[in-house]
């Protein structure tokens, strides 16, 4: 089984890693809030977000096939389209993410095939 987001394999040409972000309950400082350093406690304001991010290589033959998966990966996160279903390799889902973002970093690596490193963020909303 390979990754997938929404049926699609935007991730399966080069290595690629998951790693959800900070999880729990946002804790602030009441001294913070009431600006008063005298102010005891803290108090929650409600969860994080779901954030999940992918990192990785895209690897094509050639260059035209590279910018083919990035334009595959950038349609995405451009689109206003819902959410969906995200998939990792190893058959953990996270449904109602939306493709926040994508970065590639680096530059363009070209040999025997052309490839490029990035970053993408997937996320579930509470506005939304």
Do not use: C, N
């Not at 406690?41 to 260059?63: F, I, N, P, Q, W």
């Amino acid at each position: 089984m390979g990754s997938s987001y929404k049926g699609e394999d935007l991730f399966g040409s080069g290595p690629h890693v998951f790693r959800e972000q900070r999880r729990g309950r946002r804790v602030v400082s009441l001294a913070a809030v009431a600006g008063d350093v005298t102010q005891d406690g803290s108090a929650e304001y409600g969860d994080y977000e779901l954030r999940v991010e992918v990192r990785g290589r895209l690897v094509s033959a050639t260059e035209a096939g590279l910018w083919s998966l990035r334009d595959a990966i950038t349609d995405e996160a451009d689109s206003s389209v819902g959410s969906g279903l995200l998939e990792d390799a190893h058959g953990h889902e996270w449904s109602g993410v939306k493709l926040l973002s994508f970065e590639p970093s680096g530059e363009t690596d070209r040999g025997r095939t052309v490839s490029v490193g990035y970053t993408a963020m997937f996320g579930v909303l509470a506005s939304g």
